[in-house]
């Protein structure tokens, strides 16, 4: 025995999966939630993305299974399939360890898998349940399975269920649910909106906030990338060649546009998977193991993939196009780097994307520029922003006076056209510039 799980009042089995999994340590969040949740206390866990939220969890609850007691004893929750079936994996890595009379059982209830089939095999109840809220509170409906025997309920990414507008099935699952709830709520934010449904079910949460020493993990590089006149598909191909990466995820805003990087890779001779909301879960499913399995050493996503899952190994985030909520920044790097490893996260900007930058660097993010010099990646200077815009400005001036002839006769009014004809150069020329 060598783990210092050890000073947590846990099952032996537990021990012997923590040392499997290699856990040396609990993380922060671990610390200082296992002890209250093993205690039964209702509790919020806030912390930055990669810092062992779900072992915070899972530890305690799989601990607390009664084996002998063949029914529901909790039910853990989260926003995507992929996740809730990532939560499930890593449950089993730690039911494994179980074995006979002590055996814990668990399963997964996703959208898009057979409903009729999961309702015929639940005549045996599972201990612990793990799923997307939809599903679960549709197999509650149907009387197939049954929460009300569940002590403790997980709410995993709590903001983004509340995006995605799970929080009412939640409501609904958690509203059968016995009196004394013990209610778990991870997310790496509380928003606002959150926190009526808080108040509904957690009298006296306990609040544990792990502050981030930074937004973001400590190990990522924030690098930027000008894109200048090579097509911009050349250019992450280049880019990808060049780092030749352990595993890198590129991230688009659209399917659409994840379909067309994938595609315009492909053509260009490398290797991508792609993860979008286009695919059917079986081809989903099949995309996140061979992803695991590291068939790949490109994946093309949409933010699908952004937020919870965690493919081990991810050394290098590109964002192609910055989301367009910027909180996604924060998401999509948090990919790369997780527990401890170092990371790359490389933005493609444009002049456009001047104000967004601007943005995530208020959030604290400190970019480092990047450019191919002679074929090789070298660091340059940081960008100038404003001095850049001024530049640019004064370039459009100068075309315009240069492009725009002045009328060699003096006709009245000569001055207000020509006036009127350079604005009109420049508008074209600004409004090139942004396409
Ligand atoms: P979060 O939910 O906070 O985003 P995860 O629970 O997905 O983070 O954990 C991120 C990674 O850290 C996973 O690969 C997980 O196996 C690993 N991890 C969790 N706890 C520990 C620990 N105590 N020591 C080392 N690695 C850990
Ligand atoms: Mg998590």
Do not use: W
């Not at 009042?9 to 949740?37: G, Y």
């Not at 089993?92 to 009729?116: N, V, W």
């Not at 074929?375 to 001024?390: A, D």
Request: aromatic fraction near 6%; charge should be positive; charged fraction near 30%.
């Amino acid at each position: 025995m060598n783990t210092t799980f050890e000073k947590f009042n846990v099952k032996p089995f537990i021990l012997d999966a923590v040392k499997e999994l290699r856990f040396q340590k609990p993380t922060e969040v671990q610390e200082r939630m296992i002890p209250s949740l093993l205690n039964g206390e209702s509790a919020i866990g806030q912390s930055q993305t990669g810092t062992g939220k779900t072992h915070a969890y899972l530890i305690p609850i799989l601990s607390k299974i009664d084996p002998s007691l063949q029914e529901v004893q909790a039910v853990i929750t989260a926003p995507t399939r992929e996740l809730a079936n990532q939560i499930y994996q890593e449950v089993l890595k730690i039911t494994k360890f179980c074995s006979g009379e002590d055996m814990i059982t668990a399963r997964c209830y996703i959208g898009g898998t057979d409903k009729q089939r999961t309702i015929d095999r639940l005549k045996q109840q599972p201990h612990i349940v793990v799923g997307t809220p939809g599903r679960i509170k549709d197999l509650m409906v149907e009387n197939a399975l049954l929460v009300h025997t569940a002590r403790t309920i997980v709410v995993d990414e709590a903001d983004l269920m509340l995006d995605m507008g799970f929080i009412e099935d939640i409501d609904k699952v958690a509203a059968a649910m016995p009196k004394n709830l013990q209610i778990m709520v991870f997310s790496a934010t509380i928003p606002e909106k959150l926190k009526p449904f808080l108040r509904k079910y957690m009298e006296n949460p306990k609040y544990t906030h792990v502050a981030p020493k930074q937004v973001t993990a400590a190990k990522i590089k924030h690098l930027l990338m000008p894109v200048k006149s090579k097509s911009k598909t050349k250019l992450l191909h280049d880019l990808l060649v060049e780092y030749n990466p352990y595993l890198a995820i590129v991230f688009t805003n659209t399917k659409k546009k994840a379909d067309e990087v994938a595609d315009a890779l492909l053509e260009q001779g490398l290797k991508v998977g792609r993860i979008h909301g286009d695919l059917n879960p079986r081809e989903r499913k099949k995309m996140m193991k061979q992803i695991n399995e590291l068939e790949y050493q490109y994946v093309v996503a949409t933010d699908l993939a952004a937020r919870g899952i965690d493919i081990a190994g991810v050394s290098h985030v590109i964002n192609y196009e910055l989301p367009s909520d910027l909180d996604f920044y924060v998401h999509r790097v948090g990919r790369t780097a997780r527990a401890d490893y170092s990371g790359n996260a490389i933005t493609l900007y444009e002049p456009t994307d001047e104000n967004a930058l601007a943005q995530i660097e208020k959030m604290g993010i400190e970019f480092t520029q990047i450019d191919f010099k002679n074929g090789e990646l070298v660091e340059i200077g940081p960008r100038n922003k404003r001095q850049n815009r001024k530049k640019q400005i004064n370039e459009i001036d100068v075309a315009a006076k240069t492009s725009v002839k002045k009328s060699t006769k003096v006709k009245p009014g000569y001055k207000k056209k020509h006036k009127y004809e350079v604005e009109q150069f420049k508008k074209r020329q600004r409004r090139l510039k942004k396409r």
